[in-house]
């Protein structure tokens, strides 16, 4: 077993703070990061930057070596096993047997199953002295979207709501700007910017006509945007159609569609549109997540509304959720976060794990994963 030691875990969160600068551009790929440490000393740093680019451990090799430094004996630190097949890119853990690099010290292990332990054999195979598990839950947490992806084979998918203290989006009339405070909404706007994509069912278009793109916060990636819509109901001039952004749209609908609008759809620029199973007269979820693999997706922001969230949890597809709660009551004809989830008895009720609150100001957040 590993017992925490100060300096592994000093420059693994080193390697750690590396990797973030990877968010929004890796897609498919893990956010890693790397140190390469000689006589307590840092002498080459790298990030895996862009998804296809150099893995983090290369680029750490290259600039230890563009700031004329001898890597030979020195230990590695990364937040993931280093890769062992040839992908895009070379395998690192031959290069780092190559770079005669001594210690390799690993966050977790990588589930793909190209790599899978793999990495790990390979260099402790060669001589090198492995150590693993450092500052693991961050690596777990860091990573979260990327483990899912491999295992679930399918995107990671992120629940976001603002609502009142009893659970509701909305008055009656559908008044509902605003329920949470301006800050948690920039807080909850900068997940945007961290996610591949982002969803909404097309109820919430015509009520809202939202343009779903990244307006505030550090990471500026315009998600791709999907829409469920089986019937092609979308307006031509629904915002989220604006061309000017620099991502696409996904308009998922069933065969039921609007042939007329479809091929008015289909001619405009930046949107594709998918036509997926259908299920109860409405889109299948699950063959929709099978059909976003051609687009590099791994993960997904739900925004709403109700009878989507309601489809996509019933469906066992969302891993974790975003709940910002407001210290308003609205009573029980306001409009519910989550539509009905034909819950019977308590048996049957989604469990939550790993509940976690926050004080954001007035609101809180609460996060949770329900996978
Ligand atoms: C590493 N270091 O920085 C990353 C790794 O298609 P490729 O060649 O980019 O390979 C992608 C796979 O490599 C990805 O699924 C994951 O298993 C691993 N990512 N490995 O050693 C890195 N980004
Ligand atoms: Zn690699």
Redesign the pocket.
């Known amino acids: 077993m590993y017992i925490e030691n100060f300096n592994d875990s000093f420059y693994m969160q080193r390697a750690i703070e590396l990797a973030k600068l990877g968010i929004g551009h ?1 897609k ?3 956010l ?1 990061g ?1 140190v390469i440490v000689k006589d307590e000393r840092i002498i080459g740093e790298g990030a ?1 930057l862009k ?2 680019e150099n ?3 290369v680029n750490a090799i290259e600039d230890a070596k563009n700031r004329g430094e001898d890597i030979k004996g020195a230990t590695l630190y ?1 937040n ?4 062992s ?1 040839f ?3 070379p395998p ?1 853990a031959k290069r780092i047997v190559k770079e005669g690099i001594q210690r390799v010290v690993i966050g977790t292990p ?1 589930p ?1 199953e ?2 899978s332990g793999k ?1 790990i054999k390979f260099l402790e195979d060669s001589g090198i002295s492995i150590t693993e598990g450092v500052c693991l839950e961050e690596c777990m947490s860091l990573n979260e979207r990327f483990f899912t992806y ?1 295992k679930k084979k399918r995107p990671f998918v992120v629940f976001k709501s603002g609502m009142s203290l009893d659970g509701k989006i909305a008055t009656e009339k559908g008044e509902s700007k605003w329920i949470t405070s301006e800050f948690s909404r920039s807080y909850s706007h900068e997940l945007r910017g961290k996610l591949d994509a982002i969803m909404v069912g097309i109820e919430t278009v015509l009520v809202d006509d939202p343009t779903l793109n990244v307006r505030h916060g550090k990471y500026r990636v315009n998600p791709i945007r999907i829409i469920t819509d089986s019937k092609l109901r979308i307006p031509l001039d629904a915002k989220v159609l604006s061309s000017d952004l620099d991502s696409i749209a996904i308009i998922a609908t069933t065969k039921n569609f609007n042939r007329e609008k479809f091929e008015k759809l289909k001619k405009m620029k930046n949107v594709e549109v998918l036509i997926c199973r259908e299920k109860n007269n409405k889109v299948d979820l699950t063959d929709l997540m099978e059909r976003l693999k051609k687009f590099n997706i791994s993960s997904i922001l739900l925004e709403g509304g109700r009878t989507l969230a309601a489809e996509m949890l019933k469906n066992n597809l969302v891993d974790k959720f975003y709940i910002f709660m407001a210290p308003i009551l609205l009573g029980s004809k306001g409009i519910p976060a989550i539509g009905d989830l034909e819950i019977k008895n308590l048996k049957g009720a989604i469990k939550i794990r790993d509940m976690k609150c926050e004080k954001l100001f007035d609101d809180i957040l609460i996060t949770g994963r329900c996978d």
């Open positions: 890796t498919t790929n893990p890693v790397c895996h998804f296809g893995h983090a451990e990364v993931l096993e280093p890769c097949h992908g895009k890119t690192c990588d793909f190209k790599v990495g491999i």
